[in-house]
């Protein structure tokens, strides 16, 4: 499996030819839907879901999401599927489980939205704008490092509580290269304490696992 990083919180999944997109925003740039087969979106916020680019999409793209993203597509010619925590889908060869219900705490004047994080082939955990613990194993992390409603203090006790073999920084976007910098040490430092190989792709950059 072949994982590729794009702008801010958008992360390309490979297998044998056939790809999935998670979380497509605003903030991505370039043709990242290009050869996908299936799109999974978190939740609503503009960060991770760009509307007009999935009405330009392919109308054989099938979307996996909440019900609160679900509303927003209603003109979008693909396929869109709601789905929930506790269930699983195939789509493409992969198998997807979903976990969690609602992002994370962000602002007393901003309501809190769906939010659902998705399993890819056991292997992959993606939580999107939450820091949800999916009860299961997870041997590869997509973890956020950079976001309103996150402390790094929090980051890091999430890599300590679900201890992955693998974690990749996603939701980065939002820095700069001194920040960016500084998400490099943190991961790094964590990475020495639990052995693991936790860090940050560089936009554009990949790696394979499995």
């Known amino acids: 499996m072949k994982l590729t990083k794009h702008d801010h919180a958008c992360v390309r999944v490979e297998k044998n030819g056939k790809v999935l997109v ?9 043709p990242v839907l290009d050869g996908a087969d299936a799109v999974l ?8 879901v760009d509307v ?5 999409a392919s109308p054989d793209l099938e979307i996996y999401t909440c019900e609160g993203v679900a509303a927003l597509l209603t003109e979008v010619p693909g396929k869109v599927q709601v789905v929930r925590q506790g269930d699983g ?3 493409a060869g ?11 705490y962000n602002h007393p004047d901003m ?7 998705f399993l890819i ?13 999916p009860g299961v194993e997870v041997p590869t992390l997509l973890v956020p490092t950079g976001a309103p409603w996150l402390k790094l203090a929090e ?33 790094r430092m964590e990475a020495d304490k639990q052995q693991a190989d936790i860090r940050r792709i560089p936009v554009g950059e990949s790696v394979t696992i499995g």
């Open 52 to 56: 007009d680019r999935l009405k330009a």
């Open 41 to 48: 979106i978190t939740h609503e916020h503009a960060d991770h």
């Open 111 to 117: 309501a809190v939205v769906q939010n659902v994080g």
């Open 89 to 91: 889908f195939d789509v």
């Open 22 to 30: 998670i979380d497509p925003g605003a903030f991505t740039r370039g």
């Open 155 to 187: 980051t890091v006790e999430y890599l300590r509580k679900l201890r992955p073999a693998r974690a990749y920084s996603t939701h980065d976007g939002l820095y700069d290269e001194i920040g960016l910098g500084l998400v490099d040490n943190w991961l």
């Open 121 to 133: 082939d056991d292997e992959v955990f993606y939580p999107g704008d939450a820091l949800t613990d």
């Open 94 to 104: 992969f198998r997807v489980r979903v976990f969690g219900e609602w992002h994370a």
